[in-house]
């Protein structure tokens, strides 16, 4: 049974936004914004970061226990009394100069919202630029300083005279795949700004976004670019796709793909999406052999799990049965996973058998209907609903529509 409870209620923001988001002064690459907020109604789901009028960041604002997912099960499935959120911005993914930045929170109906005014911030991520040689200095690399190669002309100083390396994100549990010696990429510097987005769709209706949901089964890519910070390009440079579970620690970051960059400094990689949800990013290394490295901000592809369908007849009369089957993709859970076979009526989808499988079963499923009430010539459509076990292993999923005429 579905019910769709009314909720009148706005969410509000109990305290402002505070942090280095919100501060004018702060030009380092990742911000980070604090701010409160409670609701009388479904209570708080979803917090959403809009730079110049585009959703940039979206998240949730507290999960409350795991009650806070869709589809709802709960009258009040959210937090509604105040709640701490937090919301990060990686500036590596806008244009250099000033935004127009605002908070909203959003309430379980998706549509109740509250918003906090707009601020500006400035985004400058420009840094000095770095030689190949400096690059090898700063890492003990071959060809520094005292190692048995040339040096090359010296850096800009900090304090107490070391060289200053700044770029974006730097991934520090990670190993360079690539072993041998040698400098990457035309000009190879540590000074790096790469820029990642996933490409999902084909030809014509293709979109990019950090945050994508594909099926089991579909393919996506990840296309940027990867520059100085002086936003010239590094051409013919090695960068890496590596991956993690969505939620694990930062030792879990992996490396599965790669590409070379154009004279654009360009780059686009194919990622199957056969295997769970997962966090991605692209690393850039510099220099062979070392693992000093910049990395793009973090995309989200999160995995479907969905299911194929297949009917015995497409066309029955009153009184038949009908048999519906398929199978579940990506891993089965031990304890077994239940099938909703759904069909529609009006604007809905409503649950009529529910059918269990298992990893013995290798994810297939039976479903069966026997057809009474049919007065008239009728085309019902049916679907498989899939509600995975660990949310954060899959996404809610489903197969194809499937269409069966039955006359009286």
């Keep these: 049974m579905r019910l769709d409870l009314t ?6 923001i109990t305290a402002a936004p505070a942090g280095s988001l919100v501060t004018a002064t702060n030009t380092d690459r990742e911000r980070t914004l604090t701010y409160s907020a409670s609701d009388q ?18 998240g949730p604002v507290n999960d409350n226990g795991g009650k806070c997912a869709l589809p709802f099960r709960d009258p009040v499935p959210c937090r509604t009394t105040p709640v701490t959120g937090s919301v990060t911005l990686d500036t590596t993914s806008l244009d250099e100069g000033k935004h127009l930045v605002r908070l909203e929170v959003v309430d379980a109906t998706g549509v109740n919202k509250a918003q906090s005014p707009q601020w500006s911030i400035m985004v400058d991520n420009k840094a000095p630029f770095l030689t190949p040689a400096e690059v090898a200095a700063a890492m003990g690399a071959p060809g520094a300083a005292g190692a048995g190669g040339p040096s090359g002309p010296a850096g800009p100083a900090g304090p107490g005279g ?9 991934i520090t549990t990670l190993s360079n795949p690539d072993r041998g010696p040698g400098v990457n990429g035309r000009p190879s510097t540590l000074d790096a700004v790469v820029t990642a987005r996933l490409i999902v769709g084909t030809r014509g209706h293709a979109h990019s976004s950090t945050r994508a949901v594909v099926g089991y089964v ?75 490295n910049r990395s793009s901000g973090q995309l989200s592809l999160q995995v479907r799990q969905d299911a194929s369908l297949r009917v015995s007849r497409r066309a029955l009369r009153n009184g038949d049965r009908l048999a519906l089957s ?40 039976v479903a069966r209907h026997r057809f009474t009430k049919t007065t008239h010539a009728t085309t019902y459509r049916f679907r498989a609903l899939v509600l995975p076990g660990d949310r954060r292993r899959y996404a809610s999923g489903h197969s194809r529509t499937i269409a069966v005429r039955v006359r009286p």
Excluded at 41 to 54: C, H, I, K, T
Excluded at 256 to 266: N, Q, W
């Design 7 to 12: 909720d009148d209620a706005d969410p509000v």
């Design 162 to 170: 070391s060289t200053v390396l700044t770029g974006t994100t730097t």
């Design 326 to 365: 398929g199978r579940v993709a990506g891993l089965i859970p031990a304890r077994g996973l239940t099938v909703r076979v759904q069909v529609r009526l009006g604007r809905s989808w409503f649950t009529f058998a529910k059918a269990t499988t298992t990893r013995a079963r290798g994810g297939r499923f």
């Design 41 to 58: 109604g479904g209570g708080l789901y979803q917090q959403r970061l809009m730079v110049d009028g585009s959703q940039s960041v979206v």
């Design 218 to 292: 579909d393919g996506t890519r990840v296309r940027g670019t990867l520059r100085t910070s002086g936003g010239d390009a590094i051409a013919a440079a090695r960068v890496h796709v590596i991956e993690k579970p969505i939620g694990a620690a930062e030792s879990h970051w992996h490396a599965v793909a790669s590409a070379t960059t154009d004279d654009a400094g360009a780059f686009v990689v194919p990622l199957a999406a056969r295997g769970r949800s997962r966090d991605v990013r692209v690393v850039y290394f510099p220099t062979a052999g070392a693992n000093a």
